[in-house]
Nanobody, 122 residues
């Protein structure tokens, strides 16, 4: 089993940066793919970024390429999402997820955190 807890969200101004963290517990963390998703009110959950078990492979949705960076520190059982040049359209509840296979489809992921709110003002 894997338990996930997100942190680092908040209210920031457009053009600034924010780093989200996802603390994981469970001995399967190092062999799990990790992902970040986001969901705005009235919208479906949207893929943001994924990283494989070793951290050597990453993939991002087009809207965040060049601005967001996903990384992981397996020694600390933590996954990060560094968000730069934030835009109002980035406002959402951000979730981290763990699973056996990386995917942009939220349905295939095995474990989810409770989410952390990111609000970007103009």
């Amino acid at each position: 089993q894997v338990q996930l807890v997100e942190s680092g969200g908040g209210l920031v101004q457009a053009g600034t940066s924010l780093r989200l963290s996802c603390a994981a517990s469970g001995r399967t963390f190092s062999s799990s793919s990790m992902g970040w998703f986001r969901q705005a009110p009235g919208k479906e959950r949207e893929f943001v970024a994924v990283i494989n078990w070793s951290g050597g492979s990453t993939f991002y949705t087009d809207s965040v390429k060049g601005r967001f960076t996903i990384s992981r520190d397996n020694a600390r059982n933590t996954v990060y999402l560094q968000m730069n040049s934030l835009k109002p359209e980035d406002t959402a509840l951000y979730y981290c997820a763990a699973g056996r296979v990386p995917s942009s489809d939220p349905v295939v992921w095995d474990y989810w955190g409770q989410g952390t709110q990111v609000t970007v003002s103009s």
